[in-house]
């Protein structure tokens, strides 16, 4: 073996990798076969026929002009998911302004716009860990350091150790994720805007990451943006609507944000594909999000079923959950994280180990999917 290769570099001497980068490998869950896939918190229902056929005849209609470059500014998308804000996040109480289409950015999923967030904001960075590994590995890509402040052993944040740390670090954009990943627990309105209000003390911009939102009991922290100019909220097609696969992921801030998001985005950087399929897709939310209810139902009765086994689980306001206490659940055996994933890969259920010792992720699936998962997991912490 060369030096190289014991040493893990895998780049040859000729190629001028940024520095940052060696030593990385691409972020990403194994893509791996099972009958029972509860390890990217997908929605686990496959598109109904109605929204198919809509998709389809949208996508067709602009297929002759696809000689041209697309809408550049997405008009007729953004005002769609303007209407789709308006209707469904808004409420009255804390929000006097409709959101505009001016007030909408949308790219190819979420971690596209996160992404240009962080090209054109910002020279210091930071959030709370746990939370999405996305954050820090984006903010790394681009050139910047990511700094952390912990969550507390229930995995909310601790408020005055916030307010320290954001004193002292004056971060120009801070990440927070609510329901937040891998965790699963959401944040009420009012400390959402507490930490607003911290961040507004030094110039700096709050994300909220709202991935998960459509599953969440809370307000969403568009009701934050007329008070709070500097609140940014970040939402994706691909959880809760079931279009993963298509690419669609928005920020929702004043318009002053988003103008300054086009001094960064690719030209043309939504294909006329994307912007038919997403177009039709909102038409039918209704149809689409009927499903959300569904999932929250099946995650109370999972979390239900964790506890019953003696599992330790995090309560969540999101599509999946995080559970624990399985190091000492059978006197004869000390299950580690590793080790429980790899015997439910055995039988043929694929979940999520997201790196925190004694916790595994699971995304509820359908119900078939979850009996299997509780079934094997009954077997495994038995045998
Ligand atoms: C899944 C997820 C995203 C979504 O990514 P897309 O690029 O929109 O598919 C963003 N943030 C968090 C916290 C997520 O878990």
Do not use: C
Request: hydrophobic share 45%.
């Amino acid at each position: 073996m060369t030096d190289r290769e014991t040493s893990g570099e895998r780049w040859p001497e000729w190629l001028p990798l940024r520095s940052v980068l060696r030593g990385r490998t691409p972020y990403g869950a194994p893509q791996i076969e099972a009958s029972a896939r509860l390890n990217t918190n997908e929605n686990p229902y496959p598109l109904p026929a109605s929204v198919i056929t809509s998709i389809a005849t949208g996508v067709e209609e602009i297929l002759s002009g696809l000689n041209r470059y697309p809408d550049r500014d997405a008009i007729e998308l953004r005002s769609r998911l303007a209407t789709y804000v308006n209707d469904r996040l808004l409420t009255s109480a804390h929000h006097q302004s409709k959101i505009t289409p001016a007030h909408i950015w949308p790219a190819n999923g979420s971690n596209e716009v996160l992404q240009s967030i962080l090209l054109a904001f910002g020279e210091s960075v930071a959030g709370f860990t746990p939370s999405y590994s996305m954050h820090p590995i984006l903010t790394e890509a681009v050139g910047k350091s990511f700094k952390t402040v912990p969550l507390k052993s229930d995995f909310l944040p601790d408020i005055e150790l916030l307010r320290g740390f954001l004193a002292a670090k004056k971060p120009e954009i801070f990440f927070l994720t609510t329901p937040n990943n891998p965790t699963g627990r959401s944040l009420p309105i009012a400390t959402i805007a507490e930490i607003a209000s911290m961040i507004a003390l030094h110039r700096g911009l709050l994300i909220v990451d709202e991935a998960y939102g459509e599953f969440s009991a809370e307000e969403s922290a568009v009701n934050l943006i007329d008070q709070h100019p500097h609140v940014v909220v970040v939402r994706t097609m691909s959880k809760a609507f079931a279009f993963a696969g298509a690419r669609i992921g928005y920020a929702i801030a004043r318009p002053e944000v988003i103008d300054a998001l086009q001094l960064v985005r690719l030209p043309y950087h939504l294909s006329a594909i994307t912007q038919a399929a997403a177009i039709a897709a909102i038409d039918h939310s209704d149809v689409l999000l009927a499903e959300v209810e569904e999932i929250r139902v099946n995650r109370d009765a999972t979390d239900a079923a964790l506890r019953e086994m003696g599992f330790l689980t995090v309560p969540s306001d999101a599509n999946f959950i995080l559970f624990g206490g399985f190091a000492d659940l059978n006197p004869s055996r000390a299950w580690d994280s590793a080790a429980l994933w790899r015997a439910l890969l055995d039988r043929d259920v694929l979940i999520r180990d997201v790196g925190i010792p004694g916790f595994l992720r699971v995304t509820i699936g359908t119900s078939e999917e979850n009996a299997a998962f509780l079934e094997s997991l009954r077997q495994v912490i038995g045998s």
